[in-house]
């Protein structure tokens, strides 16, 4: 069985060998799914693997944008449609000078699992550009955004693929490609994005989901020991979409956020980082556009640092909720020594091979990001709901369904790995019951795609 899955993952880099970051998602995923292939042979049958490692289809695209000085600019473009069996394509938008397909497909394929757990009808995919908001003026993004729109609007609709926002594409982005979609197509309404504004059709909560379905996820883990959050001092990585309510929520739950950051450094405040200073820490990002540093010019207490990380600072939790391998093994190392009880992934697959082992083998309760961050998609399925209906569902109401949601896939990842006899193996528990959702539809349509 061993050979089988190894052909499998051999292939992909061969076929592919620049694409490391795509290799190292499919090697964690395959790799638990052994268990599952020996107790299920009907998915060897099926090819099931060859298929889930190939994206159903991609789209790339060139982009031209005018610069404020009125010079033209070329970015490109992706969309890559990963996998359909069980709903439309649906997954994020990454607007960011560090994306190209292998990127972009570790992030279709990690969203094809994620979605299966979620418990809602949605493929996976992904998309963006390497087109890099940073520095940027408005007019520039809107340029920018309302182009790429007049390409990607040829390949989305509500029964076909779904995108939403990720690193760089957040409500100020959505509103531009939403505004041109509609204006090229004649048509409103109809759920081509999610993370849309409240006033056309977003749902409340959404901005909100990521970061507070991590924290509900850790909590369900911390249940599982009779632990709560409570007085807990809690690390936090990246200070978007993800971190800030991941910090909102910790602190609603009485825990202490000590360390914020973004990439030019993090910020370390003993006294905590409280809902007065998160609030000044929004306006900074979200209107501002500025840098973390400028939180410890603000606020008296605070140190700013550039050197090594915040995974060296003692803490309770620890939620990276930045980006892809941002906590190496020396970061877990530090973490482990420094008495760390949970770690909950709000960013996409943060912790690098050799850090989740290390993390595992501590018995730190460990949670992979398809699992801990699958808040944020369940709240758009949620949105598609609520614009199907033509409706919408208060605060209250869209935050109890994300709690349910993310009290489940905690459940569903639990038992899976009780099941396989890995109790308290998260990756191996959501892993298999992702692809179990997910391969068993493929298998029920035949071998189509
Ligand atoms: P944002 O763009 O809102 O924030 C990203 C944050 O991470 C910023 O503080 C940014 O710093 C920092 N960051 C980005 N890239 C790097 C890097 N290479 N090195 C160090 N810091 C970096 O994105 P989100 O909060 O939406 O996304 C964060 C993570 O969460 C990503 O991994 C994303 O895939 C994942 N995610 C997001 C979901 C969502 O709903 N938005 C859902 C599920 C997962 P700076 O400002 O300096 O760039
Ligand atoms: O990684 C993710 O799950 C997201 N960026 C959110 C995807 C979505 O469609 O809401």
């Known amino acids: 069985m061993k050979s089988y899955i190894e052909n499998v993952y051999n292939k992909v880099v061969e076929k592919d060998p620049g694409q490391e970051v795509f290799h190292q998602a499919v090697e964690e995923v395959l790799e ?146 939403y505004g041109m979609y509609r204006k090229i197509t004649n048509k409103h309404g ?55 309510f991941a910090a909102e929520k910790s602190n609603q739950l009485g825990a202490k956020v000590i360390a914020m950051s973004d990439s030019s450094g993090w910020v370390h405040d003993p006294d905590g980082i409280d809902q007065e200073k998160l609030e000044w820490i929004m306006e900074l990002k979200n209107v501002r556009r500025g840098r973390i540093k400028e939180f410890a010019e603000e606020f008296k207490g605070v140190e700013y640092h550039t050197d090594k990380s915040p995974w060296y600072l003692p803490c309770d939790i620890a939620m990276p909720c930045a980006t892809q391998n941002e906590v190496d093994a020396k970061e877990a190392k530090a973490l482990v020594d420094n008495g760390v009880i949970a770690l909950g992934e709000g960013a996409n697959m943060p912790l690098t091979p050799d850090a989740i082992e290390i993390v595992q083998e501590a018995n730190v309760l460990y949670a992979p990001g398809k699992a801990a961050n699958a808040g944020g998609v369940s709240v758009s399925g949620l949105e598609m709901a609520q614009n199907s209906m033509r409706y919408f569902w208060t605060r209250e109401e869209v935050d109890q369904k994300l709690h349910q949601i993310m009290v489940s896939i905690h459940k569903t990842a639990y038992d899976t790995a009780e099941l396989f006899g890995e109790k308290g193996n998260y990756v191996l528990g959501a892993n298999i019951a992702g692809f179990l959702k997910v391969a068993n539809a493929m298998v029920a349509q035949g071998y189509i795609s």
Request: hydrophobic letters at 35%.
């Open 32 to 177: 638990s799914l052994e268990p599952a292939i020996e107790k299920y042979p009907k998915f060897k049958e099926h090819a099931i693997l060859e298929r889930i490692v190939e994206p159903e289809r991609v789209i790339l695209f060139r982009v031209p944008w005018l610069n404020k000085d009125g010079e033209v600019k070329v970015n490109r473009g992706f969309r890559v449609q990963f996998n359909s069996a069980i709903g439309p394509y649906k997954g994020g938008l990454r607007f960011h000078n560090t994306v190209n397909l292998g990127v972009l497909k570790f992030l279709g394929f990690e969203q094809t699992f994620k979605n299966g757990l979620t418990g809602l009808p949605m493929g996976g995919g992904k998309g963006g550009s390497d087109f890099d908001p940073h520095g940027k003026t408005d007019a520039e993004v809107r340029n920018f955004c309302h182009n790429y729109m007049t390409e990607l609007y040829k390949h989305v609709g509500q029964f076909t693929d779904v995108p939403a926002g990720d690193i760089g594409v957040g409500a100020r982005e959505i509103g531009y490609l």
């Open 190 to 244: 109809t759920c081509v994005l999610t993370g849309k504004g409240p006033t056309y059709g977003g749902s409340l909560i959404r901005p909100e989901a990521t970061g507070y379905g991590t924290v509900y996820f850790v909590q369900e883990m911390l249940k599982t020991k009779n632990e709560n959050l409570k007085d807990k001092k809690v690390c936090i990585s990246g200070s978007g979409n993800v971190a800030q």
